[in-house]
């Protein structure tokens, strides 16, 4: 006779409110096993009792067959002796270790459920909160851990008979489904689907409460509603965000790849950046010129019963001025977007913290590269090779998240934003007591920037707690180190705008070697000025004419007599004017002296539209000069400006440098000789240069790696930081500085 075993399994993850109790006990049923299943703080406690076989067999199908939305991160299997369990159960939550678990993010309305929404004969049909164990709201609604209703803002909606009879029976598939809800008993919308659809066909702006926040949606076909929402938001040329009915929609406007569809068909359905198809419906408000569509899928139920009556492509938007955070609360909305919707879609279901959509591009090598981390993916953690003490990493001043961080677990907010404003300081001060509240995280170090003037840095200095001021490169490339686990020593390479150095200069194309005991910064292109400061960031030609300046050279760039006087008058003068290694600002005065753009009107604009205009015949450069880490790009802009002379088109000029810029990165790896390099900062977004990059450092036999689950911009940041911070440089002190 096999012998009884009693095995405990404790499991760390996203394993709570996915369903992934109902597979257990199902599971432990169909093996004849008693036991029980809970919730915890920490994650999930299972516990079976059968013959060794059987519980063997358990033990291989656990992982094996657990539900899609389930990550096990962690597993810790323990003997016992037997209990004499009766049979199998679930048991209520417990909630007496320190908070731990893993929160799962909004996800998108599954098959099963979107199914019932358009079925007449479904007790659910048209309801705009249906959802399952497999989808529906999480992150958004969730106040404390454990996971269950009472600790989400659903507590307050009492279940009817029907509702309460599935949150009960364990072989439904909305058995604990927590936001569990129907006609009868859940959320209601303050206005009908319909009507909210006539309002769009009349050209009306809608201000409309989704998931994690509202949007400002209105008829993406239409020049006069895209033209009157850029007016009122203040938006004069970024892109706006669309989405559309259903894939079919999508294969009309835009080019899509098989890759491409899983990430928009996915239960994170991020915005996807995408090529325009030729004969696109859309307004040409809506992207402004851009070479890419933001791209989406319905992703809740309300979203899909609008799209399905409207019919057509919707502008979809934060609902927000410009540098504002989104509005997430009814009374508030209607008092901060009055004057930019015309009506607003509501309903009463509270949402507990703002959670803007995610932003994914996918690579040349068929990945996807988060550019904003928000619905669908925070706050899942980072696991990281070290054991961390308790770090508050409060991120850098654009594209803000901030980072909790304790054992080998990196919890990442949502994406905060820039702090432009008052009011988006104060969602960065929101996000740090939200996410701090939801673990019962008291922090034992805090980790900011380098940089004085950022707000988050201030806020750090005012917490009275051991600081880290960690330099800005150093944190990009120690994310991208960390969520990719590599071990010293390795080429860390961080390109990007700005980010301040440890000689108080403006870095921004940094080759760090890492080692066990130091990260040094061996490398960088050669420094230029910056006249006008963050001015030269806007107009490029300003970046323009000081390489000009540098190289002795004179280029027509259009400037008017005044501003190029100015512009020379700086250069001169000299001390006011600051030095820069910024590979950001190189790619902004190359699309200048290319002709391909004169001025960022948002955030890269300028290096977007020089990588979209490449034109590659064959693969060539400029003149790829290293002198003791030293890029120099003066013989690119001198070789350049022969091209431009001749009439060299500006796609096969931009093509050329993009080269250049990934043959920098193979001369300073060869030079280097350690077989790893990282790669992280803003520039990587480039798909096209990334995959250069890759693709020369590979051919070389070098092992290269890119940033997966955190964005390679200023949005992971706070994850180089946490990780910094609780490393073995960091001695103890009240202050140290990581440089």
Same mark, same amino acid.
């Given at each position: 006779?096999?012998?009884?075993?009693?095995?405990?399994?404790?499991?760390?993850?996203?394993?709570?409110?996915?369903?992934?109790?109902?597979?257990?006990?199902?599971?432990?049923?169909?093996?004849?096993?008693?036991?029980?299943?809970?919730?915890?703080?920490?994650?999930?406690?299972?516990?079976?009792?059968?013959?060794?076989?059987?519980?063997?067999?358990?033990?291989?199908?656990?992982?094996?067959?657990?539900?899609?939305?389930?990550?096990?991160?962690?597993?810790?299997?323990?003997?016992?002796?037997?209990?004499?369990?009766?049979?199998?159960?679930?048991?209520?939550?417990?909630?007496?270790?320190?908070?731990?678990?893993?929160?799962?993010?909004?996800?998108?309305?599954?098959?099963?459920?979107?199914?019932?929404?358009?079925?007449?004969?479904?007790?659910?049909?048209?309801?705009?909160?249906?959802?399952?164990?497999?989808?529906?709201?999480?992150?958004?609604?969730?106040?404390?851990?454990?996971?269950?209703?009472?600790?989400?803002?659903?507590?307050?909606?009492?279940?009817?008979?029907?509702?309460?009879?599935?949150?009960?029976?364990?072989?439904?598939?909305?058995?604990?489904?927590?936001?569990?809800?129907?006609?009868?008993?859940?959320?209601?919308?303050?206005?009908?689907?319909?009507?909210?659809?006539?309002?769009?066909?009349?050209?009306?702006?809608?201000?409309?409460?989704?998931?994690?926040?509202?949007?400002?949606?209105?008829?993406?076909?239409?020049?006069?509603?895209?033209?009157?929402?850029?007016?009122?938001?203040?938006?004069?040329?970024?892109?706006?965000?669309?989405?559309?009915?259903?894939?079919?929609?999508?294969?009309?406007?835009?080019?899509?790849?098989?890759?491409?569809?899983?990430?928009?068909?996915?239960?994170?359905?991020?915005?996807?950046?995408?090529?325009? @198809? %030729?004969?696109?419906? =859309?307004? !040409?408000?809506?992207?402004?010129?851009?070479?890419? &569509? *933001? $791209?989406? /899928?319905?992703?809740?139920?309300?979203?899909?019963?609008?799209?399905?009556?409207?019919?057509?492509?919707?502008?979809?938007?934060?609902?927000?001025?410009?540098?504002?955070?989104?509005?997430?609360?009814?009374?508030?909305?209607?008092?901060?977007?009055?004057?930019?919707?015309?009506?607003?879609?509501?309903?009463?279901?509270?949402?507990?913290?703002?959670?803007?959509?995610?932003?994914?591009?996918?690579?040349?090598?068929?990945?996807?590269?988060?550019?904003?981390?928000?619905?669908?993916? @925070? %706050?899942?953690?980072? =696991?990281? !090779?070290?054991?961390?003490?308790?770090?508050?990493? &409060? *991120? $850098?001043? /654009?594209?803000?998240?901030?980072?909790?961080?304790?054992?080998?677990?990196?919890?990442?907010?949502?994406?905060?934003?820039?702090?432009?404003?008052?009011?988006?300081?104060?969602?960065?001060?929101?996000?740090?007591?939200?996410?701090?509240?939801?673990?019962?995280?008291?922090?034992?170090?805090?980790?900011?920037?380098?940089?004085?003037?950022?707000?988050?840095?201030?806020?750090?200095?005012?917490?009275?707690?051991?600081?880290?001021?960690?330099?800005?490169?150093?944190?990009?490339?120690? @994310?991208?180190?960390?969520?990719?686990?590599?071990?010293?020593?390795?080429?860390?390479?961080?390109?990007?705008?700005?980010?301040?150095?440890?000689?108080?200069?403006?870095?921004?194309?940094?080759?760090?070697?890492?080692?066990?005991?130091?990260?040094?910064?061996?490398?960088?292109?050669?420094?230029?000025?910056?006249?006008?400061?963050?001015?030269?960031?806007?107009?490029?030609?300003?970046?323009?004419?000081?390489?000009?300046?540098?190289?002795?050279?004179?280029?027509?760039?259009?400037?008017?007599?005044?501003?190029?006087?100015?512009?020379?008058?700086?250069?001169?003068?000299?001390?006011?004017?600051?030095?820069?290694?910024?590979?950001?600002?190189?790619?902004?005065?190359?699309?200048?002296?290319?002709?391909?753009?004169?001025?960022?009107?948002?955030?890269?604009?300028?290096?977007?539209?020089?990588?979209?205009?490449?034109?590659?015949?064959?693969?060539?450069?400029?003149?790829?000069?290293?002198?003791?880490?030293?890029?120099?790009?003066?013989?690119?802009?001198?070789?350049?400006?022969?091209?431009?002379?001749?009439?060299?088109?500006?796609?096969?000029?931009?093509?050329?440098?993009?080269?250049?810029?990934?043959?920098?990165?193979?001369?300073?790896?060869?030079?280097?000789?350690?077989?790893?390099?990282?790669?992280?900062?803003?520039?990587?977004?480039?798909?096209?240069?990334?995959?250069?990059?890759?693709?020369?450092?590979?051919?070389?036999?070098?092992?290269?790696?890119?940033?997966?689950?955190?964005?390679?911009?200023?949005?992971?940041?706070?994850?180089?930081?946490?990780?910094?911070?609780?490393?073995?440089?960091?001695?103890?002190?009240?202050?140290?500085?990581?440089?």
């Amino acid at each position: 006779m096999d012998q009884i075993l009693r095995r405990r399994f404790q499991l760390y993850g996203a394993v709570q409110g996915v369903g992934f109790r109902p597979f257990v006990y199902r599971l432990a049923r169909e093996l004849g096993l008693s036991g029980k299943v809970q919730n915890s703080a920490l994650g999930a406690v299972v516990e079976v009792e059968g013959s060794s076989d059987v519980v063997g067999e358990f033990t291989r199908r656990l992982p094996q067959q657990k539900p899609p939305a389930c990550v096990i991160l962690s597993m810790e299997v323990s003997e016992l002796p037997p209990a004499g369990y009766p049979d199998f159960s679930i048991v209520e939550s417990s909630v007496s270790e320190t908070k731990s678990a893993v929160v799962l993010p909004d996800l998108a309305t599954c098959a099963d459920c979107l199914a019932e929404i358009f079925d007449p004969e479904a007790r659910r049909y048209g309801y705009a909160f249906t959802n399952c164990t497999n989808c529906g709201p999480r992150y958004t609604i969730l106040e404390s851990i454990p996971y269950d209703r009472a600790n989400t803002t659903m507590r307050d909606f009492a279940m009817c008979a029907d509702c309460r009879a599935e949150y009960e029976n364990p072989l439904d598939r909305r058995f604990h489904a927590q936001p569990i809800a129907c006609p009868r008993c859940g959320p209601q919308l303050n206005e009908e689907v319909e009507s909210a659809a006539r309002r769009l066909e009349a050209g009306e702006i809608l201000a409309v409460k989704g998931i994690g926040g509202f949007q400002l949606v209105c008829d993406a076909c239409a020049s006069e509603p895209v033209r009157r929402l850029r007016k009122r938001k203040n938006r004069e040329e970024k892109p706006f965000a669309v989405m559309f009915p259903g894939l079919d929609s999508v294969r009309r406007n835009c080019v899509v790849s098989e890759a491409e569809i899983a990430i928009l068909t996915s239960p994170a359905a991020p915005i996807l950046l995408l090529r325009p @198809a %030729p004969g696109i419906e =859309l307004a !040409p408000e809506v992207s402004m010129g851009s070479p890419f &569509v *933001g $791209a989406m /899928l319905p992703y809740s139920p309300l979203h899909h019963r609008l799209l399905r009556c409207f019919g057509r492509p919707v502008v979809a938007t934060s609902g927000n001025l410009s540098d504002e955070p989104i509005a997430i609360a009814n009374e508030e909305a209607q008092q901060r977007l009055k004057g930019l919707a015309d009506a607003f879609l509501l309903h009463n279901r509270p949402i507990a913290r703002p959670c803007d959509d995610s932003v994914v591009r996918v690579t040349a090598q068929g990945r996807p590269m988060l550019l904003r981390r928000a619905r669908g993916y @925070a %706050p899942l953690p980072v =696991l990281v !090779p070290q054991e961390l003490p308790r770090v508050l990493a &409060v *991120g $850098a001043h /654009l594209k803000n998240t901030i980072a909790i961080a304790f054992g080998r677990r990196v919890f990442l907010s949502q994406h905060v934003g820039d702090l432009e404003s008052v009011e988006a300081y104060r969602n960065f001060q929101r996000a740090i007591h939200d996410l701090s509240r939801l673990y019962e995280f008291e922090p034992e170090v805090v980790a900011c920037d380098l940089h004085p003037d950022y707000l988050s840095t201030q806020y750090a200095e005012g917490l009275g707690l051991p600081l880290v001021r960690v330099q800005h490169h150093l944190a990009h490339v120690a @994310a991208c180190a960390a969520e990719n686990e590599v071990k010293p020593p390795y080429l860390g390479v961080a390109w990007d705008g700005t980010g301040l150095g440890t000689d108080g200069a403006i870095w921004g194309s940094e080759f760090f070697l890492v080692t066990d005991r130091e990260m040094r910064r061996v490398g960088h292109l050669r420094p230029f000025r910056l006249p006008g400061g963050d001015q030269a960031a806007r107009d490029c030609r300003r970046v323009a004419v000081a390489l000009l300046e540098h190289c002795g050279r004179n280029v027509e760039l259009g400037l008017p007599e005044k501003d190029l006087a100015e512009i020379k008058g700086l250069l001169e003068r000299g001390r006011t004017v600051p030095w820069t290694t910024s590979m950001g600002r190189l790619f902004d005065g190359v699309a200048a002296l290319s002709g391909v753009a004169l001025a960022n009107r948002f955030e890269g604009q300028a290096p977007m539209k020089l990588e979209a205009a490449i034109s590659r015949s064959q693969v060539s450069s400029y003149p790829v000069v290293l002198d003791r880490g030293e890029l120099d790009w003066r013989p690119v802009v001198d070789a350049l400006l022969r091209d431009r002379d001749c009439g060299v088109p500006a796609g096969e000029i931009a093509a050329k440098f993009h080269e250049t810029a990934a043959r920098w990165v193979l001369a300073m790896a060869q030079a280097v000789a350690v077989p790893s390099v990282v790669l992280s900062g803003g520039v990587f977004q480039n798909a096209d240069l990334s995959a250069r990059v890759v693709s020369l450092l590979e051919a070389e036999k070098f092992r290269v790696f890119l940033h997966q689950r955190v964005p390679p911009n200023d949005g992971g940041i706070a994850l180089g930081q946490a990780v910094l911070a609780g490393a073995s440089c960091f001695t103890g002190r009240r202050e140290d500085v990581i440089r």
